[in-house]
């Protein structure tokens, strides 16, 4: 089947210092370079960001002026920061259409073959997403911080105060449901694949999951056959892999995890399985557990099951 065809694709694709070779390629590359070079940044930003919780606590159990203009100074710059994340998540769906548009036409196995580095952007695009959305499950809740901001803009509203501020009441909301969603970047990769399907019509569907299929098998086979030594290259691909199956599972009808899928799936939670009894990986285990689609659907083989338990 073409299913097992995609499983059986054997290319070894270079994520550590694939170069464009063609002009076309070059632009699609600095295009998302451009974004995907400020990731890191966005990652350690949210690493850092601790909330205001305990000046709004302190506003709301003890309400005075005093307490309330604390809570404000310190929201401001809290809300500046989320507005930040929910920013980039806009140009994180184009870097990723544009990696869509030149990955998934015509042959998908030739393009992630020739076009190296943009297979490696690909890489980069969801090893952000994996580490952006682990982190902001472990974080504290920002919506209250968003509806605690949107009150008391309201109040300062009423007292006819003069604001100076970047996020109104109505971008905050927009803001607060980006954030509603448990794994946020994940979902604007789901989000731009549907819309990328249905403005597309000449690439098929099935291109698109195919190379997000060939994406999390050639990673994981780079893995096991270690090709790269750096133990960092290695958790790089590990999230590219986790990225792709979940992409994967969410976009496809069939999910990643029945029988006939064209991700080579027992292989992947195997990888993950041994990686975290010797590294604390298990979060990449979890992305599986509860943020993929189909795991728990009836045709999931039990190994599969037993593994993800």
């Not at 307490?67 to 809300?79: F, K, S």
């Not at 109505?170 to 448990?182: D, Q």
Request: net charge neutral; aromatic share 8%.
């Amino acid at each position: 089947s073409s299913n097992s065809k995609i499983q059986s694709i054997d290319i070894s694709v270079d994520l550590e210092n694939a170069k464009p070779k063609t002009v076309e390629e070059k632009k699609t590359y600095d295009i998302t370079s451009a974004i995907l070079n400020k990731a890191p940044t966005i990652v350690q930003k949210l690493k850092n960001c601790h909330g205001p919780e305990d000046a709004i606590r302190e506003a709301i159990i003890h309400p005075s002026q005093e307490n309330e203009d604390a809570a404000w100074v310190a929201i401001v710059p809290a809300i500046a920061q989320l507005h930040e994340f929910y920013e980039f998540s806009f140009e994180l769906e184009s870097c990723f259409s544009k990696l869509l548009m030149a990955l998934s036409k015509n042959d998908p196995k030739h393009n992630i073959e020739s076009h190296q580095a943009l297979a490696q952007q690909m890489a980069r695009v969801f090893d952000f997403v994996i580490l952006f959305d682990d982190l902001k499950m472990v974080l504290h809740p920002h919506y209250r911080d968003l509806s605690y901001y949107c009150r008391a803009l309201n109040q300062k509203k009423l007292k006819k105060e003069d604001l100076n501020i970047s996020v109104s009441a109505e971008l905050a909301k927009r803001i607060s449901l980006f954030f509603a969603y448990p794994t946020p970047m994940m979902n604007v990769l789901n989000a731009s694949i549907t819309k990328f399907v249905a403005t597309h019509l000449s690439i098929p569907r099935e291109n698109v999951t195919t190379v997000l299929a060939i994406m999390a098998n050639v990673c994981q086979k780079m893995v096991v056959q270690k090709k790269y030594e750096k133990e960092a290259t290695n958790l790089f691909c590990l999230r590219a892999m986790t990225g792709s199956v979940v992409l994967f599972d969410l976009v496809d009808d069939k999910g990643a995890f029945w029988k006939g899928s064209p991700i080579n799936i027992l292989a992947c939670v195997t990888l993950l399985k041994d990686f975290s009894e010797s590294e604390p990986e298990n979060g990449l285990l979890n992305v599986l557990r509860y943020t993929t689609a189909h795991l728990n659907n009836p045709d999931t083989p039990a190994s599969i099951r037993q593994l993800l338990q």
